[in-house]
């Protein structure tokens, strides 16, 4: 059951993996080593449900109480997990405007980059901290952390034109912000490219 409920964490199915866990969680005490993780991933299907419907309110709640729940839990650590949790933080705050949480959350998070977390994951996340940095006119902030993902996604094997030429065209925009002309062009040539 746990297994199935993972899965479909995974995958996004949030509302199924909420069942799943709900179910879980009524079947384990609470002085099991699993349950706080267990809960945990409860209170994440919900943010995440909460998340789409764009009641971002409740969804930082639930992430927040998430991220609490899993930091209590000596066994596991499932740093890849964590870093979703902080993600859909940084997001829901971002969304409801409170960039500067954002950062701070989404800066927090970086602490969990190790050789665990999935190379796709790392580079979006470094990508997302650009954008943040870049909305809160952090600019050598942004410019570094568009560079750093561009550098990772140049390295899948798999084609990532659109994440690239994405990246590129957010860095022409910075630099076109602090008025660096020549890197600007560069930028969006390479965004044209990809």
Sequence with gaps: MVRQADSLLKEGS????????????GLTTQNKVEYHTYRSKLL?????????????KSAIEKYQNALQLIDKDTV?????YRLNIYNGLYHSLAYSGDWQ???EK????????????????????????????DRLDNFT????????SIELYKTFEESKDFD??????NLATVYRRIGFFSERLKSFEQAKIH
């Design 14 to 25: 949030y509302r199924l993996s909420k069942e799943h866990w709900e179910k879980i969680v």
């Design 44 to 56: 994440f299907c919900e943010a995440s449900l909460f998340q789409a419907d764009g009641n971002y």
């Design 76 to 80: 596991s650590k499932d740093n890849q």
């Design 101 to 103: 949480a954002a950062l």
């Design 106 to 133: 989404g800066t927090e998070g970086l602490t969990l980059m190790d050789s665990t977390i999935e190379k796709k994951s790392r580079a979006d996340y470094i990508y997302d901290l650009g954008y943040i940095n």
């Design 141 to 148: 902030e942004a410019i570094d952390l568009y560079q750093q």
């Design 164 to 169: 690239l030429g994405l990246a590129y065209n």
